[in-house]
C-alpha cells in the first residue's frame, strides 16, 4: 500500500514538473512585471496627460529597463545579449533607461517577431523589425494594435525627431503609414555618397593598356579580356569578368535608365507609376545581359552563386568588374585598415563612370530617402510609451546621439576640433572587440546619413581632393536620381497585393532567367510574357500603386 | 471489446464485476505506464487541433483565434486561384513518389546483402557505418552537394574537363534536380531505413530456410522465394505509411537547392508558401496550405490502406 502511494505520488510530480518547465513566462517591462494578457495587447496604452514639451536628460529620474528585440550583432566576437558595448553603456548613463537586449540573429528576425506576436508570447518593449520594402506589415500590426502610433508623443516630446521632419519633408512623408500615423523609424539616407554603382580595377585595365569604358558594348569587350587573360598571374583560368550574385545583374541596367529599386521594381514617370520589368529598356537590356552570358564574363554559377562566395571571389583578386557595390566603398576600399587593401594591396577599384547607353547617359539610384529596412517600432505592451520616445529622439536623433551612432565614443574614438568631429583611429573601430570583449556597438540603430557626416566619416582616410577614387565617385552626381519608393497601401489593399505579388514575383524572375539562358527568346516572346503578367494580376497591382502614389502626393500637398 | 457486466453482492458490498475492469486492474501499471505518452499526445496533438479553426479564419494576432472572423474556404481557394497551383501540385507529388520508388529498393536490397554477409564483425560495422550519413544535418548535404558540383571548382566538373567534357551546370538545370535531391536522399538515409528490415529478417523462421535446402534452393532462390515474402508485410506498412508523408516534401532541402531557374520542377508546394507569407505573416494563408496537404495526405493513405487490404492481407488498419 505505501509503495503504491509512493508511486502515485512520484507519477504526479514528474508530471506536474514536465508541465512547469514546459510554460514560458511572459515579459514585458521587467520593472513592473507587465502582464501579457488579451486584454492588454488590444487596447492601445492610455494617453498619459502629456505634461511637458520635450524633455531633459536623464530621461528618468528611477532606473527603468525596456525590452528591446532586435538583431543579432553580425560583427564577429560580439554580441549584445552580452551586454558589453560601450556606445550602450553610455546611453544608459546619459539617459538612465536600460536596454535590455534580445537579440536575434538576422536571419531568424523577421520569424521571431512574427511568432511572438502570434503568440502574444515574449513581446518585448520595442522591435527593431527587418521590414519588407513595402511597408505594409507597419498597417497590418497597427491594425492589429500590437504597436502603436507615435504621432502625438512626436509632437510632445521628440523635439529633434521633427527639426529632422522639418528639414527632410520627403523622410516624413516615406514614413507615414496610409492612415497618417508614423509607426516605425528608420533610416535616413541623405547622402550624396550613398548610391548603387559598378566598380572596375584600374589596375587590370592599365595591364592591358585599356580605357575606362564608355558604353555597355566598350563594358563587356574589357570584361571579356579580364576572363581571358590571366591577370592575377596565378597561372590559372579563375578570372571572372562580372561578379556579382542574386539577381545584382540587373544593376546593370543603369545604363539603360532602369532603376531596380530593391523590392518595388517600379518607378515613376510625369506622375505615372511604371513597372521597369516590362518596358522596352528592360526588352533591350535582357539583350545585352543574354550577350554577357553567351560570352561568359558572368561566373559560371552566376544563377546561384551565393553572396560569401562572391566576396570570396572578390577578396582573391578573381574579379575585374563587380556589378552592384555601395558607392561609398570606394572611398573605403583606399583604407589600408580594410580588409580588401589589406589582401590586395595592388588592386585599383573605381566607380565606373555614367555610360552612355541606347536611351541616353545612364543613371546612378540614391539609396531612398527612409529606409525601412530596419524600422524600430514600439508594442503595446510597452507601459512607458513616452519614455521611450523620448529615448529613440535622444538616440537617433540629437546631436550626441547622432555621434554615437556614427562615430562612437568621444575621445575614444573621435574628437571635437573646432565644433568638427574628427575621427581617431582605434583598436575599437568597426565594431571590433577588445580582448576581453568589450566593443562599441554603434551604428545598429536606425541613422541619420547625410552628405555632410559622411564626409566627416571618410576626412580620416585623409584622402586627397584629386585621389582617383573620389573624383570617380564625385563624377556621378549630376547622374544621381531619387529612387521611386512605393506608397504604402491601405490594408486591403495590401492583401490583395501581396497575395497577387508572390504569382507575379514567381513568374518575372523565372522568366529572367528564362530569357538569359536561351529557354524563351526576348523578341518573340516577350510580348506573350507581358500578356502574362497582365493575366496574373500585375494590372491590378499597379492600379492599386498608383492610387496610392496620387494619394500620398495630395496628401503633402 | 465487449463488456460484460456482471452485478453481484458480494457480502454487504455491490460490486460491479465486469470484465474490462477486472482486466484494467490486473494491468493498472501498464496503463499508467502508458499514461504519459496518451496525455502527451492529448495535449500536444489533439488539443492544438483547435488551431486548424486559423485556417477558415482571417486571423490577427491581437483578436487571437477565438476573435479572429471567419472567412470560409477564401483562402484555400487564393492557392487554388493561383497559376501556379497546378505546378506545385505536381512538383510535390512527382519528387514525393519517385523519392519513394527510388527510395524504398535500397534499404531493402542493404537489408538483404547485410543478411548474407558472414563476417558478423564487419556486419555490425558496415552497418553502423551506413547510418552515418543520417545524422548529417541536410545543410551540410547540400553544402557539400554545391561545392562538389559547382561548375567553376567542383570536383565533379573538374574530372569531367580532364576527360574533355564540358562541365555541367549541375545545380541550375531541371533535369538534374530530381535525381540530385532524390540521389542524396537515398544516400542520407539507406543505411538508416534499412534497420527495420533487418529486424523483420530475424523473424523469419529458420525452419523455412532448412527446410528449402533440403528441397536444393541455393542462397538466391531462398532470398527470392523466403526472405522477401518474409518480410513483405514490413515492406507494405512502411509503403502506406510513406504514402501519408507524399505531400510533406520538407522546404528546407529545397529552399537550399533551388533557384528562380529551376522553379519550373523544383518550386513545391511548401516553398511557394514560404515565399509567399514572408511577405507579411499570412497565418491564415499557411494554415490553408497544411490543411489541405494533410487532408491529401490522408485520403491517399486511406485508398492505400484499402488497395493493400484486398490485395494481400496486410494494412495499416
Known amino acids: 500500500m505505501k509503495r503504491k502511494i509512493l508511486c502515485y505520488l512520484l507519477l504526479l510530480g514528474l508530471l506536474l514538473s514536465a508541465v512547469a518547465c514546459g510554460s514560458k513566462s511572459n515579459t514585458g517591462s521587467s520593472e513592473n512585471g507587465t502582464e501579457n494578457t488579451a486584454a492588454e495587447i488590444t487596447q492601445p496604452a492610455a494617453t498619459e496627460s502629456i505634461a511637458e514639451d520635450g524633455y531633459s536628460l536623464p530621461i528618468v529620474s528611477e532606473p527603468l529597463t525596456l525590452i528591446f528585440l532586435t538583431r543579432e550583432s553580425e560583427d564577429t566576437g560580439t554580441s549584445f545579449n552580452d551586454n558589453k558595448a560601450l556606445v550602450w553603456q553610455e546611453y544608459e548613463k546619459k539617459t538612465g533607461i536600460k536596454i535590455q537586449f534580445d537579440a536575434v540573429p538576422s536571419s531568424n528576425l523577421e520569424e521571431t517577431v512574427q511568432l511572438r506576436l502570434a503568440a502574444r508570447q515574449n513581446v518585448p518593449d520595442m522591435i527593431q523589425i527587418p521590414g519588407q520594402q513595402d511597408g505594409s506589415y507597419l498597417t497590418k500590426y497597427l491594425q492589429d494594435g500590437v504597436i502603436i502610433a507615435l504621432n502625438d508623443y512626436i509632437d510632445k516630446y521628440a523635439i529633434n525627431m521633427k527639426k529632422v521632419f522639418e528639414q527632410y519633408p520627403v523622410y516624413k512623408q516615406e514614413l507615414t503609414l496610409p492612415d497618417g500615423s508614423i509607426a516605425g523609424i528608420g533610416d535616413l539616407r541623405a547622402s550624396k555618397y550613398q548610391f548603387r554603382s559598378q566598380m572596375i580595377r584600374m589596375d587590370w585595365l592599365e595591364k592591358l593598356n585599356l580605357k575606362m569604358p564608355a558604353t555597355p558594348d566598350e563594358l563587356l569587350k574589357v570584361a571579356k579580356a579580364f576572363v581571358t587573360n590571366d591577370m592575377n598571374e596565378n597561372g590559372k583560368a579563375d578570372e571572372i569578368g562580372m561578379a556579382g550574385y542574386g539577381d545584382q545583374w540587373k544593376e546593370l541596367g543603369h545604363a539603360w535608365g532602369l532603376h531596380f529599386v530593391t523590392g518595388s521594381g517600379m518607378t515613376v514617370k510625369d506622375g505615372k507609376v511604371i513597372y521597369e520589368s516590362i518596358t522596352s529598356q528592360y526588352q533591350d537590356f535582357l539583350r545585352y545581359l543574354k550577350k554577357c552570358v553567351d560570352e561568359k564574363v558572368f561566373p559560371a554559377d552566376w544563377i546561384s552563386v551565393d553572396k560569401k562566395t562572391n566576396l570570396a571571389r572578390i577578396a582573391n583578386s578573381q574579379v575585374g568588374i563587380q556589378v552592384r557595390t555601395p558607392a561609398e566603398y570606394a572611398l573605403t576600399y583606399q583604407d589600408p585598415n580594410d580588409s580588401m587593401k589589406k589582401n590586395d594591396p595592388e588592386a585599383d577599384w573605381r566607380i565606373i563612370p555614367a555610360m552612355d547607353g541606347p536611351y541616353g547617359k545612364g543613371i546612378f539610384v540614391k539609396e531612398a530617402v527612409a529606409e525601412i529596412w530596419r524600422t524600430v517600432v514600439v508594442t503595446s505592451v510597452n507601459k512607458h510609451i513616452a519614455e521611450t520616445v523620448k529615448w529613440l529622439d535622444y538616440v537617433i536623433f540629437s546631436e550626441e546621439g547622432q555621434r554615437y551612432n556614427m562615430y562612437g565614443i568621444e575621445d575614444l574614438t573621435y574628437k571635437m576640433e573646432n565644433g568638427n568631429v574628427v575621427k581617431i583611429s582605434s583598436e575599437l573601430d568597426n565594431n571590433k572587440p577588445l580582448k576581453d570583449g568589450t566593443w562599441l556597438g554603434y551604428q545598429y540603430m536606425p541613422g541619420i546619413y547625410t552628405t555632410e557626416g559622411d564626409e566627416i566619416s571618410y576626412a580620416a582616410l585623409n584622402l586627397s581632393d584629386d585621389n582617383p577614387a573620389l573624383l570617380s565617385l564625385k563624377a556621378c552626381w549630376p547622374y544621381l536620381e531619387e529612387p521611386f519608393v512605393a506608397p504604402i497601401p491601405s490594408l486591403e489593399d495590401g492583401k490583395r497585393i501581396s497575395e497577387l505579388n508572390a504569382d507575379i514575383i514567381t513568374y518575372r524572375d523565372e522568366m529572367f532567367y528564362k530569357f538569359l539562358t536561351g529557354k524563351a527568346d526576348i523578341d518573340k516572346d516577350f510580348a506573350n510574357y507581358i500578356k502574362q503578367l497582365n493575366s496574373i494580376g500585375l494590372n491590378e497591382v499597379m492600379d492599386i500603386y498608383q492610387k496610392s502614389y496620387d494619394n500620398r502626393s495630395n496628401a503633402s500637398k | ?317
Open chain 2, 1 to 317: 471489446m465487449k463488456v460484460a457486466e456482471k452485478k453481484a453482492w458480494i457480502g454487504r458490498r455491490y460490486i460491479i464485476q465486469s470484465k474490462f475492469i477486472q482486466k484494467f486492474r490486473n494491468e493498472k501499471f501498464l496503463h499508467i505506464l502508458i499514461l504519459p505518452t496518451i496525455i502527451y499526445f492529448i495535449v500536444f496533438s489533439y488539443i492544438p487541433m483547435y488551431g486548424i479553426l486559423v485556417a477558415f479564419k482571417d486571423f490577427s494576432f491581437a483578436k487571437g483565434i477565438a476573435g479572429s472572423p471567419w472567412v470560409g474556404f477564401e483562402y484555400f481557394e487564393a492557392f487554388f486561384r493561383s497559376m501556379y497551383f497546378m505546378r506545385l501540385i505536381k512538383n510535390t507529388m512527382l519528387i514525393s513518389f519517385y523519392s519513394i520508388l527510388w527510395g524504398m529498393p535500397f534499404p531493402i536490397l542493404f537489408a538483404l546483402l547485410l543478411n548474407e554477409v558472414g563476417n558478423r564483425q564487419f556486419k555490425r560495422v558496415a552497418q553502423t557505418v551506413s547510418y552515418f550519413p543520417h545524422f548529417v544535418s541536410v545543410v551540410i548535404v547540400v553544402g557539400m552537394m554545391v561545392t562538389f558540383l559547382s561548375p567553376v571548382d567542383g570536383i565533379i566538373n573538374i574530372l569531367a574537363l580532364k576527360l574533355g567534357f564540358e562541365p555541367i551546370n549541375f545545380m541550375q538545370e531541371s533535369k538534374w534536380f530530381r535525381t540530385l535531391y532524390i540521389g542524396t536522399g537515398i544516400w542520407q538515409d539507406f543505411g538508416w531505413n534499412s534497420i527495420l528490415y533487418l529486424a523483420a529478417l530475424t523473424s523469419i523462421p529458420m525452419e523455412q530456410y532448412e527446410s528449402s535446402k533440403v528441397d536444393g534452393a541455393n542462397r538466391f532462390q531462398q532470398a527470392i522465394h523466403i526472405t522477401i515474402p518474409g518480410i513483405m508485410p514490413t515492406i507494405i506498412i512502411l509503403f502506406i505509411l510513406s504514402i501519408g508523408k507524399v505531400m510533406n516534401v520538407g522546404s528546407t532541402k529545397v529552399l537550399l537547392m533551388y533557384s528562380p531557374a529551376i522553379y519550373d520542377v523544383a518550386d513545391v508546394i511548401s516553398t511557394y508558401v514560404y515565399r509567399k507569407s514572408i511577405l507579411g505573416g499570412e497565418m491564415s494563408f499557411g494554415t490553408a496550405v497544411s490543411l489541405f496537404n494533410m487532408a491529401i495526405n490522408f485520403i491517399l493513405v486511406f485508398i492505400t490502406n484499402k488497395i493493400s487490404k484486398k490485395v494481400s492481407e496486410v494494412s495499416l488498419w
